[in-house]
Every structure is written in C-alpha cells, then in structure tokens.
C-alpha cells in the first residue's frame, strides 16, 4: 500500500540531477564513481561555455574590417595556390590548433561532407563487408 500511496523510502529518493554541484553519491555508485561523472559534467559545462566564447569572439572578429580585409588579402592568396599547395597549407595551419577548434573543423567538415551530391556513393558506411557499392542500381555486376 505504500508504493501506491508514494510514501515508501524509494519514491522519495530525489533525481541525481536535483544534486547537481554536490558531492552526493547515486544510489549504487561509489564516491569515486560519483566524483568522476562531477568531473566529467564539470568538463562537459566548461566546454560548452569555451565553444560559446569562441562563437562569439569568431562573430565580433568577422565584424572587424581590419580582419575582413586581411582574410580577404588570404583568400586572395589562396586561390591562386595549386590543390596540393593548399592542402600543404590547411595542414601546416591545422597544426596550430587547439582542441576546440579541431571540434569545430571535425564538425564543419562533416556538414561540408553530407552536403557533397558523392558523399552517400564514397562514404565507407555505404560499403558493407561483402556487398557492392552501387547494389541498388540496374546493372549489378556480381562475381
């Protein structure tokens, strides 16, 4: 009668989020296991704040005419370089990145790739161990 009633000791356990910031550990974790998933949210909240700073400091900068004419002076540079001299450069560029901003490329790059009219035909989840590529299509060439 007490589960119906919702005065057992269980129904009154509160959520592990209502303890957000405290050291309290779930029921059937341990301290440190607790401690551990504090530090990973921690981590996750710092992150977030960083990639909102950097979105906002990456809108004020494309704001800044002095910055728009220097990339546009880069841009200019950059078309004028052979595809293996571009690739040499984004390269030589991506080196000096932080964390953050790989995040931000990894992503940037997948939306670029899914957009792409070859990015379903040449993405490897579309090769299946034993099937070919362009099974769907009318002439299926097996062996």
Request: hydrophobic share 40%; aromatic share 10%.
């Amino acid at each position: 009668m007490a589960a119906l009633t919702g005065n057992s000791a269980s129904s009154r356990i509160r959520p592990s989020s209502d303890f957000y910031g405290q050291s309290q550990p779930v029921q059937g974790q341990s301290g440190s296991d607790a401690d551990a998933q504090d530090k990973i949210a921690q981590q996750w909240i710092a992150d977030i704040d960083q990639y909102e700073t950097t979105l906002e400091e990456m809108a004020a900068a494309t704001l800044d005419q002095d910055f728009k004419d220097e990339l546009s002076a880069i841009e200019q540079w950059f078309r004028v370089l052979s595809e293996a001299e571009r690739t040499a450069a984004l390269y030589a560029l991506l080196q000096q990145t932080t964390q953050v901003q790989i995040r931000f490329f990894i992503q940037v790059l997948q939306q670029m790739g899914k957009n792409h009219p070859m990015s379903g035909v040449l993405s490897p989840a579309t090769f299946d161990k034993g099937s070919q590529p362009y099974s769907g299509s009318p002439l299926v060439f097996r062996a």
